[in-house]
Structures are given as C-alpha cells and as structure tokens.
C-alpha cells in the first residue's frame, strides 16, 4: 500500500521541493501517476514504481534522455537533489518529470496533421547525426512478435473451458494470429508504440507533443503508423464513432510524409500492423470472457477494425505513393 504522506515527504527531501499537493491521475493499467501542483503555480509529473518495475523504468529513462538529446519535445526528467534520475522510498522508485500543459488532441483533420508530423519526426531522429544513440534504445514492448505470442498463450490456455458452439470462433481467432506478418525484417526506428489522439496534447505554440513513452524503444515504422491509422479511421469503445474517410487518412498521411515516408517494402506490410493490435486484443478479450464467465462476451468491435485493415491500408499506400 502507497502512502501519500510519505510519499510527500520523500518528494521533499528527494528532490528539494516544498509547498505542493499530490493529484493522483487516473490510469486504466493500475499505474502510479501523480501530477506535483507547487504554490508558485509550476506543475511536474510523479511516476512510481515498485522495485520489480525497475526494467520498465530504466527503460523510459533512455528513451527521453535520448529523445532530450535529438531535441525532440517531450518531458523532460526532472533529477533528484542527488542527482540521479530517480529517487528512492520505502521499496519505490520515483521519477520526476516535466508537466505539458496543453489541451486533448482531436479528430480534427488539422490535429490529425500535426500528430502525424509528429510522428515523422520521431521516426526521422535515427536517420539523423543527432539521433547516433539509437543503438541504446530498449526494444520497443508492443510488438507484433510478442503481443501475438502472448495472445495464443491465453487463447490455448481458455480451449479447455470452451463451450462448443465456440470452437470455430477460437479456431478463426488461432488462425488469423498465426497468420499476422510480425514485420520485425522491416526498417526500425525510435517508436512511441502507442500512438493516437488520447496521447497527445496541442500546447499554446500550437504545436503537438506526443504524451506517454512508456513501452516506445526501437521497433519497425510502420507499426506506429499502423496503429495510429486504425485508431483515426475505425470505431472502438475508447474513441467516438469513426466512419471511415478518406480526408482523414490523407491528412495523417500528409502530415507524416513532412518528416519521414515509409518504403515500397513497408506500404506492402501496412495492413498487418494495422490490425495486429485489433487482434490480439479480440483474443486477449475472448479468453479472459471464456475463463471468467464461460462464454464470450459478444464485443467485436476489434474484428471490424481487424477486417477494415486492407481498405485503409489501400487509400494510405496510394496516398503515400505520392511522396515515393
């Protein structure tokens, strides 16, 4: 159990701050997030990790001393009194970061343009002098490799509760995993690996910073642009409902080929990394309901955006042809 009080105190003494309240945010994943409001009215952000966290954390910690090296905007860590990148307390590690203050990034096609030039950019930093410290990078954690492994895990371990009028869904969802190219030939880069308008910000320059770099590393390309195509052109429980449009795809196309274009190799892979994560949440979803309640849980939102993949990946490659 985290104490808030102590936890205040080792803010204080970690990193020579007084005056401030704690304003735990909300997280889906159960992570430890607090915005640090001072009396002078400046804000910073708090993650807390337990110590068998430690890999994920060094990891975020090299992906934004590397970004900060490139002179790409995103936080910036704040170090301890010590000097160190994080502090420690009662079986925690606390980093201290930069606080963006902006508004939610939209659907709008303007925003989509500039969270894709965003996303250009970040995938440009490797190819330049600056971005020399790639090779220190982690391995990027939502890749397709792994997130299928894991999804035919929890699938095979659900088979032995399952009804029989659900055999043919569990053999569809086995076979379409199995059959998602895992893209890991194709050219890499620095990835934020989950890119969309919920992780994104306008600041008052009107420029966008990208938001939440846990799990990003080095990863191919298009997964990112994959993801972040899906996540602008089909519905899904977390955005409002997204009839497909072709202005859309356009605009985020146009605003990522300011940076970066992806090759001839990587338009022919698109439609996988566009609905691989549309999958392996299906499956994920489809075992979790058959060990809980021993049926499926009716949600196939993920499979339409999982059969959408060819159609948008067909109006990106023509639209990205334009800058081959």
């Not at 590690?93 to 250009?120: C, F, K, N």
């Not at 095979?156 to 055999?167: D, E």
């Not at 999958?279 to 058959?290: D, L, T």
């Amino acid at each position: 159990m985290m104490n808030e009080l102590a936890l205040a105190e080792s803010i204080e003494t970690g990193y020579g701050i007084a005056n401030f309240s704690l304003h735990a945010l909300n997280s889906d994943t159960g992570k430890h997030i607090f915005r640090v409001e001072q009396a002078s009215g400046q804000k910073l952000i708090l993650r807390v990790y337990p110590l068998n966290q430690n890999e994920k954390l060094q990891n975020l910690i090299t992906v934004l001393s590397f970004l900060e090296d490139c002179c790409y905007p995103a936080e910036r860590i704040i170090s301890a009194v010590n000097g160190d990148s994080i502090t420690r307390h009662n079986g925690w590690q606390l980093l201290m970061t930069t606080y963006i203050e902006g508004t939610s990034a939209d659907y709008t096609l303007p925003a989509l343009r500039s969270l894709a030039a965003v996303l250009g950019r970040l995938h440009a930093l490797c190819a330049s002098p600056q971005g020399n410290g790639k090779e220190m990078l982690p391995v990027a954690e939502m890749l397709p490799s792994r997130e299928i492994a894991y999804a035919l895990t929890q699938l095979t371990s659900a088979k032995p509760l399952l009804p029989r009028n659900l055999y043919h869904r569990y053999d569809v969802l086995i076979a379409a995993l199995q059959n998602v190219d895992l893209c890991d030939d194709l050219p890499t880069a620095v990835i934020h690996n989950d890119c969309h308008p919920a992780n994104a910000v306008h600041i008052s320059t009107g420029q966008v910073i990208l938001l939440d770099w846990e799990g990003a590393g080095s990863g191919p390309a298009v997964i990112d642009v994959g993801f972040l195509l899906a996540s602008c052109d089909t519905e899904s429980p977390w955005t409002p409902p997204l009839p497909p449009d072709p202005a859309r795809v356009i605009a985020l196309v146009d605003g990522y080929c300011q940076h970066h274009v992806l090759t001839h190799a990587e338009l022919e892979r698109l439609p996988d990394a566009i609905r691989f994560r549309a999958i392996v949440f299906g499956a994920c979803s489809f075992a979790s309901a058959i060990k809980e309640h021993g049926s499926d849980d009716g949600s196939d939102w993920w499979w339409r955006r999982y059969k959408a993949a060819e159609d948008i990946a067909e109006r990106a490659r023509k639209r990205f042809e334009r800058y081959l």
